[in-house]
């Protein structure tokens, strides 16, 4: 019978979508109950893809992005969130509707292969309900908020629920990923997950087992081991490890202990009451500000005047015993300059009035092959030639044997 109604359905979504209607998608829920709508991608592959493409047997798996937001708003109402991990993955609006009313969303489908778009509404109408007064919050490391929402899995989630709160009358009040809690993003690993809170809540009490969150050896245990503390013997209902909850987590909520919220306040006329006359206020008394000017004016300009009057000394009230100094330093200098310019002329002297020949090499034109110099060359060239055979080309310079 479910897959008669599940044909059907999906007949009617593709007539639908041949027409061209947008048809409006309703839903109705209490106050204080979760709201799940999974948005599937092969709904919207069947708009974006006509009808004879399906008798070809060639169908896409395009990647589609969904944008949800509220009619003629640019978000979402602050109770409801959507999700979507990647655009082959199907996208969740989920949420706790805090009050009654009407709430129509507009959902954008996007294809990324043929970027073509698709348009739905979904109509959520808040009804009036009594609030759950027992509720209890449990936190599921193992688990991601998309893995979360699907049907079957809070179907598995609420069955171990049901046996730790020992009854059958509970139901999913609300679902929140860890990460909009406050918690730390994990690490790209295998093997970690973000964490889900999931709040259920019954007209029952609470049980035993639950009962034990409670007790000051269960705080001691929490704030000593932390989250390693184990389920207490006889509490552990977990049929599937990834839905095993953190016990250390666990929070209880008593609603019927709760103080009454306080009377909201009363709107008046708008009109203030007659108070007589307004009197301004008086002028402050005149104040002194001779103690205020000398701090932050007088002081800050003597200690200037102070440590300009010390650089001064240090720059020019030392400089006489420089400048003395320097004078006796530079006539050292000249006197032994003057006393190696007066060596060197009494060498040129004692070198000049030897008797000695000047030797061969310094006379112009030396040979030194025959130890004979060279006749000077008359000419009228202003040039005189170096080496002999600049005269004669075709004397022989070199030295023989």
């Not at 593709?14 to 947008?22: I, K, R, T, Y």
């Not at 029952?204 to 932390?226: I, M, N, R």
């Amino acid at each position: 019978m479910a897959g008669c109604w599940s044909w059907i359905f999906s007949l009617t979504v593709c007539a639908v979508s041949f027409l061209g209607a947008n048809a409006e998608i309703k839903f109705t829920i209490p106050v204080g109950r979760l709201f799940t709508f999974e948005l599937i991608r092969e709904t919207f592959q069947n708009d974006f893809e006509p009808l004879s493409k399906l008798y070809t047997g060639h169908l896409y798996n395009d990647p589609m992005i969904f944008k949800c937001n509220r009619q003629n708003f640019p978000d979402l109402p602050e109770w409801l969130r959507f999700t979507q991990r990647h655009p082959y993955d199907n996208g969740f609006l989920y949420g706790t509707p805090t009050s009654p009313g009407k709430t129509v969303i507009e959902i954008y489908v996007f294809n990324k292969r043929s970027y073509e778009t698709a348009r739905d509404i979904l109509v959520i109408k808040v009804t009036a309900g009594k609030m759950l007064p027992y509720q209890a919050e449990f936190f599921i490391k193992l688990r991601e908020i998309e893995k979360v929402l699907p049907s079957p899995v809070q179907d598995e989630i609420k069955q171990d629920l049901q046996k730790l709160w020992d009854t059958e009358a509970l139901e999913i009040v609300n679902i929140t990923n860890a990460l909009d809690r406050g918690c730390r993003v994990p690490l790209p690993l295998a093997g970690h997950f973000e964490g889900v809170y999931v709040k259920v809540g019954s007209e029952q009490y609470f049980s035993d087992c639950l009962l034990k969150v409670q007790t000051p050896e269960h705080q001691k245990q929490c704030s000593t081991a932390g989250d390693k503390v184990k389920v207490p013997g006889g509490c552990n209902f977990c049929s599937i490890p990834s839905n095993c909850i953190t016990w250390c987590k666990t929070e209880l909520f008593d609603l019927t202990k709760q103080e009454p919220a306080p009377p909201a306040p009363t709107i008046g006329s708008g009109i203030l009451e007659d108070g007589g006359d307004f009197e301004p206020p008086k002028s402050p008394p005149s104040r002194d500000f001779l103690q205020d000017y000398v701090v932050t004016v007088i002081v800050p300009l003597i200690l200037a005047i102070i440590l300009c009057l010390l650089l001064a000394y240090i720059m020019f009230g030392r400089r006489e015993g420089v400048a003395k100094r320097d004078a006796r330093t530079n006539q050292i200098q000249l006197y032994h300059h003057h006393t190696i310019h007066g060596n060197t002329d009494e060498l040129r002297n004692m070198a000049g009035n030897r008797g000695v020949s000047p030797p061969l090499s310094t006379l112009p034109m030396f040979n030194s092959r025959t130890g004979v110099g060279a006749p000077l060359l008359q000419s009228d060239s202003p040039s005189i030639p170096l080496i002999l055979a600049q005269h004669d080309p075709y004397s022989d310079t070199l030295p023989r044997k």
